[in-house]
């Protein structure tokens, strides 16, 4: 049997120092297993790094930013009420770990904080409770209307369980091997893993998108005011926001996990007025599902971007 190619990634950098930044932290992630693309501009100036940019990918729970962004849109034009009640009933709501999916009992939740409850805890009920109200093909269609054509919905959250499931029965950890062996083989197995059929994108789409709602150049500004105060209130902060703590520094992310995807994209802001957008998304070739190594390694890649494209 042939040994697979070796990559080579393709670099983004608009000086010879960048570029050097962008190649030192795909060295790091290729040395812990991991493959991906990353992608850091600064919102006002234009200056950029990364490696793989264009390289769409499975998004995970990433996807729940331009959902986010339709609903709001939607409840900005007066077509749906935020104090809207909806009810969600465990016994047919999605799985997950936190929030609403991991309730017991059903319980009324208002539009405005399903949308709370989807970017601070990444719940996955609750986003699929929003896309009752707003389905997968009307936020699609939203998405494409405004030029944001390298980021794709094509399905909910829960159905990333079920193709897992289908794949590998309820035993997770065959399907994490699965995913493993399918990132090395270039086939795959679970459909939603599949960049073709899954929710997905590129870092430099969800880059553009970033900026877009940063400037109000997408939606409408209430629409992209609120998506920057909801990102604010992320919990998780294990991966890009890990080294970029400070009192003068403000974080706005969201993370994405499934399997061997570790993602996230957010922006930094520093008090004095710098901005940088990022976007790292990874996929580990390793059974592992916890790996705070890799974790940290994005959390590098972004303390390290946001230092030389502020300068």
């Known amino acids: 049997m042939s040994a697979p190619a070796v990559h080579h990634p393709v670099y983004t950098g608009d000086d010879g120092t960048l570029l050097d930044v962008a190649e030192a932290i795909a060295t790091e992630w290729a040395a812990l297993g991991v493959r991906g693309s990353f992608l850091a501009r600064n919102i006002d100036t234009g200056a950029r790094l990364g490696f793989d940019a264009d390289e769409p990918t499975p ?3 990433v996807v729940k930013v331009p959902l986010a962004l339709v609903v709001l849109d939607r409840i900005a034009s007066g077509e749906l009420d935020p104090a809207h009640p909806v009810t969600v009933d465990p016994a047919g709501s999605s799985v997950g770990p936190t929030g609403l999916a991991a309730f017991r009992y059903p319980a009324t939740v208002a539009v405005g904080d399903l949308l709370l409850q989807m970017l601070s805890v990444s719940d996955n009920a609750a986003a699929d409770a929003l896309l009752d109200l ?3 093909p009307e ?3 939203r998405l494409r209307a405004w030029g944001c054509d390298g980021v794709r919905v094509r399905h909910r959250m829960n159905h990333l369980y079920e193709c ?7 035993d997770f950890s065959l399907a994490l091997e699965l995913a493993v062996r399918d990132e090395r083989t270039g086939r795959h197995t679970i459909e939603t893993l599949d ?3 899954a929710n997905a994108g590129s870092a430099a789409a969800l880059v553009r998108l970033l900026e877009r709602v940063w400037r109000d150049e997408i939606a409408v500004p209430a629409a992209t005011a609120e998506l920057r105060r909801l990102m604010g209130h992320q919990v998780f902060t294990q991966r890009l926001a890990s080294e970029l703590r400070a009192d003068t520094l403000r974080w706005s992310g969201k993370t994405g ?4 995807l570790r993602h996230e994209i957010g922006v930094v802001e520093a008090d004095s007025g710098h901005r940088v957008a990022m976007a790292a998304l990874t996929r580990a070739d390793r059974r592992a599902g916890l790996a705070p190594d890799i974790d940290l390694a994005i959390g590098v890649a972004g303390r390290e971007a946001f230092e030389v494209l502020r300068r």
């Open 59 to 61: 998004l995970a729970s």
């Open 195 to 197: 960049p073709a059929r």
């Open 134 to 136: 707003v389905p997968v």
């Open 139 to 141: 936020v699609d269609a």
């Open 164 to 170: 897992a499931a289908g794949a590998a029965g309820n």
């Open 257 to 260: 996990t499934f399997l061997h």
